[in-house]
Structures are given as C-alpha cells and as structure tokens.
C-alpha cells in the first residue's frame, strides 16, 4: 500500500533520513522505532506531505504521491497525528472535530466520537479534559473520513506503561474493525510487540533492521541501537 524508496531529507547538515526504502503492507500494523533522533517523525513528515524528500519516492497504492501537498495526500487517504499534541486550545473538542470534518468527503464524526469514547469531552476545550483524553482526541481527528492508512507518532507519548498498553488495544481493535492500515511510532517496546505486524528500526536516518517483530527483536544491531535504554 505504501512505498518509500531511497527517501532523503536533510536539514541542513544532518541527514534526518538517509535512503530510507520500506514497503508497508495494507491491513497491517507497521510499527517504526528506533531512538531519539532516528528520524521516525521525518518520515511520517514525508509521507504525509509535511515536507519532501530530497531525493527518492513515496508511493501510495501505486501512485507517486511524492511531492503532492498535504491536504489532497489527506483526501486520498492519508492521515496522520502528531507526536505533539495538536488541538487547538480554545476550541471545543466538538468544534475541532466539526473543523476536521467539513474538510473531508465522507466525515463519521459520531462513529469515531463513539469509538474513541469521547462523547463525554465534546463540550470541552482540551485544558479542561485529561491528559489521556487529549491524546484521543488527537487520533480522532486522524481517524475522521476513515482514511485508509493513519500515521501515528507516538499517540501514547506521556501516557504511564499500562494507560500506553490499553490504547494500543483500543487502537489495534479499532483499526482492525475499520480496515486500516497503521504506521506507528511507538517508544515502548512492549506496545510494539504487542500490537505491530511488522517493524521497521531506523538509526540515525538509516534502516537498520526490517521485518518479522520477533526476528527484529532478535537482531544483534537492534538489541546494540536499544542498549542503556528503558526498552525490550
Ligand atoms: N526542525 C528541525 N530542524 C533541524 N533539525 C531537525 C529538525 N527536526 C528534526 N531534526 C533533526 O533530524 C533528525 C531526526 O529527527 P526526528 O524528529 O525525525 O527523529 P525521531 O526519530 O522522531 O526522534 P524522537 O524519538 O525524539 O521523536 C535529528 O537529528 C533531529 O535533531
Ligand atoms: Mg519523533
């Protein structure tokens, strides 16, 4: 479903991804780690049109999406959240879904309220909702005009461990059901394993290993890149 080849993007000097090619698969959860600094978020940056490559390719369902802005990659398909909170503050959680929705072709607003079990915070403005729920309301907002792939980086980012593994669930259910393909960026190695098909590990913009999570896992230069960190 998506295919990122030879990809390059430099900020100025520093390669922030370095001839990244991997092939996501449609259906499949695609998980993306590697440490700080790998480069995980320019990628997503590059495959939802954030920003473009230097050099290589981003194809999506066979078409050449590369240099095609965000907003027509988010009509085709393409959705993403981010690493950071995006909501805007002064807006109800409603308005902020409404903004997404009017957007959008085919917006189920409602379904996706109800699947992220946000009917509660719809009157709300994100400083007066929980910390979890904002998160939520981030990946609904991706999830709206159910587009057939969703980058997610980090959605569990400044969750605890168990609140990270319970949304994981939530998500890997929800996307099952609704046919989505997912890449995601996830910090603990524990979600990943859990809920990812496949793993991709970048390490200083460069692919280091690529496959099966248990064969990932496993790779000598993976297990090198984690070291002294809180993971496997
Ligand atoms: N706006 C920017 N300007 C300059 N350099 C940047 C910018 N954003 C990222 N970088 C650099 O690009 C490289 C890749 O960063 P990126 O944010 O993609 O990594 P990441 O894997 O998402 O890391 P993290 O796990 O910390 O989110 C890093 O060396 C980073 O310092
Ligand atoms: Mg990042």
Redesign the pocket.
Known sequence: MLQLEDLTFA??S?K??NNVSLEVTEGTIHGLI??????????I?LVSGRQRPTSGSVRFRGRDVTRMTAPRRRHLGIARSF?RISVYPELTVADQLDVAAGLLKEPDVDAVVRALDLEGCLRHTPAEIGYGEQRRVDIALALIGSPALVLL??PAAGLSREESIALADHLAELVRDRGTTVVL?E?HLEVVYRVCDRLTV?EQ?AVIADGDPQDVRRDARVMEAYLGRSAA
Request: proline share 4%.
């Open positions: 900020y100025g520093v922030a991804v590697g440490p700080n600094g790998a480069g995980k978020s320019t990628c940056d690493q980086d980090e960026v910090h970048l913009g």
